[in-house]
């Protein structure tokens, strides 16, 4: 930045999800789903936080947060059988984690140490967001913020490929060229998220009036698209 402040941007950024926390808790969660909204699935970001105290937690504190501030401000999950589908399926895949602790392959997954137990907190992220999001997005603006808010990750994720494929020659094919991507999960997951993100775009589109706001979003469909390509 020519200023020598981009060393502390990860800390500041890391300080603000225990602010957004607070916030949550204190009465307002949906600030913490907007402020959480950009780090879920840009992960390279995320990674910055790893050297800080619970740093590699933070993103699943922040949505605890978010889901115990609504609860006490006593908001409502809409009623849908899709929650119950996810709790069974995360009980019972808790439930199996067990076996390997009765036949004595692994030690009990009660707590982040394990290994075991932080892949199954992981991967009920996507749950967990799914009633975070449930609970405090009750109106169009929240909606339409969200929905903003997407698409602005979805252009940074979009520059980030863009510029790491144009940094290389392409003349002929080398398995090293295949970087890791933004999501830092691989390169053919970076491209299902960017296609899967460019039909969740077209699709809402099609409810969308404003010339001006589909202008923007079919622009930004057409970047997603070259950088999947």
Request: aromatic share 14%; charged share 15%; proline share 5%.
């Amino acid at each position: 930045m020519g200023l020598g402040l981009w060393h502390y941007i990860p800390l500041v950024a890391y300080l603000g999800f225990w602010v957004m926390c607070i916030v949550s808790l204190a009465g307002r969660p949906l600030w913490g789903l907007y402020y959480l909204i950009p780090f879920l699935p840009y992960r390279t970001m995320r990674d910055h936080f790893n050297p800080y105290p619970l740093g590699v937690h933070i993103l699943t504190i922040l949505i605890l947060a978010v889901i115990i501030g609504a609860l006490l401000q006593r908001k409502r999950l809409p009623k849908s059988k899709l929650y119950w589908i996810w709790l069974v399926m995360g009980t019972y895949l808790y439930c199996s984690m067990w076996l390997g602790t009765v036949f004595g392959l692994a030690p009990a997954p009660l707590w982040i140490s394990d290994k075991n137990f932080a892949l199954w907190k992981d991967y009920m992220m996507v749950p967990l967001t799914l009633v975070a999001t449930s609970l405090v997005v009750e109106d169009r603006r929240a909606i339409r913020t969200v929905l903003i808010l997407t698409a602005i990750t979805l252009l940074l994720i979009d520059r980030s490929s863009i510029l790491e494929a144009m940094s290389r020659t392409w003349m002929s094919f080398d398995e090293n060229k295949r970087d890791q991507g933004p999501l830092n999960l691989g390169p053919n997951v970076t491209a299902a998220f960017l296609a899967q993100s460019a039909m969740l775009i077209w699709g809402i589109l099609k409810f969308v009036k404003a010339k001006k706001y589909k202008f923007l979003g079919y622009t930004l469909i057409a970047v997603t698209l070259f950088a999947t390509m």
